[in-house]
């Protein structure tokens, strides 16, 4: 049941270094650049979305995601849900509005898998960028790189896929739109929405808690997403897999690493989900399919290389 | 005047393998199809590619210090995607499982 949780809302991403990290993020993904605070985070966004930012990288010792966030749909249930989080045995911490630019009050919580995550309501609103809200053209001009339009979903890697399912379906009203089940009955894979999106969030079963995989970033077409696997042969970016379609959520794809190691990934299309539908499921014994669905072949490296 | 190149040995496992001026290890290994390490996120952050230097010079570029920390480093640890030889090296294959996980 859904319970006011709208969408992903941000990302923030430990680089190594932050000036080879915009070259990534900004130039070659093209991304916004929107803002640096006085903690030196960077601040970007897809071009269509609508609140301030969506993407925050900070410079750190080590790569890997420090959270992610949700935005809810108003103050009120922001705090009727911060009391569930509490209820449901999170550790929860209030971060005052300010603490990034232009975001309101976040409820931040701890997971079963250990990963950090973020509930707001409010950030300010600065448009879509380089086209009107009135008789908005179809896009601006001047993008760069691969031009990506959104920031979309993250995959994370961790341990209690059950524990950290009750909590994004029971509290947070989200529903387990794609999972993979092993020959056991356990599920090693949970693809979850709080849309019609096939996936706003996805868990991978792994035995270290809090891994990051990849933050993923929306494109119109497949002619987009060969364009952008065009570009990271231009620039001899290191590219993971791809151009490919997966078999979980359909989409098409194609992965590559930032300069600090961290996963990213464009594509388009995918399946839409409703609240009625029922989970669909994955045998774990196909997952080659289910994970590159022409080459049907598990590839090591996007299984066990995280950040 | 053509680029110096480095001959880089891997003593534990017996392979050799050249690398480039301004190549990493990672890079020298990719370009030889050498299957001495295992190719990871090639930015230091995924901590895959691990070795342990015994000699020669080289420049570092930073790495997730979960990987390697300051006190590995110290002992020769580093991630053969962010090492770039300045003369030839030895270096060893490192078994991750046993250090990381």
Redesign the interface.
């Known amino acids: 049941m859904r319970k006011g949780v709208m969408r992903p809302g941000h990302i923030q991403i430990r680089v190594l270094d932050i000036k080879e990290a915009l070259a990534h993020y900004r130039d070659l993904l093209g991304l916004i650049e929107i803002d640096t605070d006085s903690q030196g985070r960077v601040y970007l966004k897809g071009w269509t979305e609508v609140d301030k930012f969506s993407v925050v990288l900070r410079e750190a010792d080590e790569a890997g995601m420090d959270f992610a966030g949700y935005k809810v749909l108003s103050d009120e249930i922001l705090c009727s849900l911060e009391q569930e989080l509490k209820d449901f045995g999170c550790e929860v911490e209030s971060i005052p509005a300010g603490e990034l630019d232009g975001c309101g009050r976040r409820v931040r919580f701890d997971s079963p898998t250990g990963h950090m995550f973020e509930l707001y309501a409010d950030k300010e609103q600065t448009g879509k960028w380089g086209v009107n809200n009135t008789n908005p053209e179809a896009w601006p001009r001047n993008l760069t790189g691969m031009k990506a339009l959104r920031y979309d979903h993250c995959l994370l890697y961790g341990d209690d896929l059950d524990g950290t399912l009750k909590l994004f379906t029971e509290v947070l009203g989200f529903d387990l739109a794609e999972q993979v089940i092993d020959p056991d009955g356990n599920r090693a894979a949970q693809f979850l929405t709080c849309s019609m999106k096939a996936h706003d969030v996805a868990f991978i079963k792994h035995t270290e808690k809090g891994k990051f995989h990849h933050a993923s970033f929306f494109l119109d077409t497949w002619e987009d997403v060969l364009r952008a696997a065009d570009l990271i042969s231009m620039e001899d970016v290191p590219l993971d897999i791809g151009p490919t379609r997966h078999g979980l959520t359909h989409g098409k794809t194609v992965y590559f690493f930032d300069p600090s190691g961290n996963r990213t990934e464009v594509f388009c299309g995918g399946d839409y989900h409703y609240p009625d539908h029922p989970p669909v499921t994955w045998l774990a014994e196909d997952l080659g399919k289910a994970i590159f669905y022409h080459d049907r072949q598990l590839n090591e490296r996007f299984l066990t290389v995280l950040t | 005047m053509a680029k110096a190149s480095f001959l880089i040995e891997v003593r534990n496992i017996d392979e050799r393998f050249l690398c480039q001026e301004h190549q990493s290890l990672l890079g020298g290994i990719e370009s030889q199809r050498s299957q001495a390490v ?9 901590g ?1 590619c691990k070795i342990r230097i015994i000699s020669g010079d080289y420049e570092t ?6 990987h390697v920390s300051k006190e590995q480093a110290a002992e020769g640890y580093a991630l053969s995607c962010r090492v770039f030889p300045c003369s030839d090296m030895i270096i060893e294959t490192v078994a991750i499982q046993i250090l990381d ?1």
Do not use: D, H
């Not at chain 2, 570029?61 to 979960?66: G, N």
């Open positions: 295992q190719i990871g996120c090639r930015g230091g952050g995924c895959v570029k930073k790495v997730s210090v979960k996980r």
